[in-house]
């Protein structure tokens, strides 16, 4: 069965500094990876996609993320955080089978300013 | 991007009590989703619905839980009796045009009393 993991349920870093959320998944095919936002109260934006194309993925506002097969990672990354990136993101997997989307539990992005 | 609104946007009812969650995408759609996201939890996948006919169903979507396409434009999740744990927020998806990304409504909050 398919998992996600992200790890760290928390994560802050000062305004202007990198951002790095990291995720992980189990699958037995190569999947379709996806990053979510949720801003406070809202509902879940897509930030990026990874579909077998290219591993590196240019998203929304600023993130990409890069697909790593060898160690089964898709971490998000943005080069300089700003205070309206504080929102939980939400790592997602879906294998080729189906259309179901398997969710981690979260990071809630905390910035400093 | 696809467009989703749902209705209502805050419900809320005594347990034991039926609930009718509604979806409804601006462009016609043959397959959507609901999930469901309890306070402080991860995304959890309820069922898939493709024309006409549920696709995927996960272990929570039980007896209680069923969806129609009533009248071919919208999608609605029932609850037939609801209980204090179904408390949580519902979101309904619906494919994008490419790889299996899913975009989603804001949600219907539901507090079950």
């Not at chain 1, 205070?83 to 879906?94: K, N, P, R, T």
């Amino acid at each position: 069965a398919q998992s996600v993991t992200q790890l760290g349920s928390h994560v802050s870093v000062s305004e202007g500094a990198l951002v790095l959320l990291r995720c992980n998944y189990s699958s037995s095919v190569p999947p379709y990876l996806f990053w979510y936002v949720q801003y406070p109260n809202q509902g879940l934006q897509l930030l990026l996609k990874y579909t077998s194309a290219a591993t590196l993925v240019k998203g929304i506002n600023g993130f990409e993320a890069e697909f790593k097969k060898s160690e089964t990672s898709f971490h998000l990354t943005k080069p300089s955080a700003h205070m309206s990136d504080a929102a939980e993101y939400f790592c997602a997997v879906s294998d080729r089978s189906n259309y179901q989307l398997i969710w981690g539990a979260g990071t809630k992005l905390i910035i400093k300013p | 991007e696809p467009e989703v609104t749902q209705t209502p946007s805050h419900q809320v009812t005594q347990m034991g009590q039926e609930v009718i969650l509604r979806c409804v995408p601006i462009s016609n759609h043959l397959y959507f989703y609901w999930y469901r996201q309890i306070l402080g939890q991860k995304v959890e996948f309820l069922v898939s619905f493709y024309n006409n006919e549920i696709s995927e169903k996960s272990e929570i979507f039980d007896d209680q839980f069923s969806v129609e396409r009533p009248d071919g434009s919208n999608f609605t999740l029932k609850i037939r009796s609801t209980k204090l744990e179904d408390s949580a927020m519902y979101f309904c998806a619906i494919p994008g045009r490419g790889s299996y990304e899913q975009y989603f409504g804001p949600g219907t909050r539901l507090t079950v009393t």
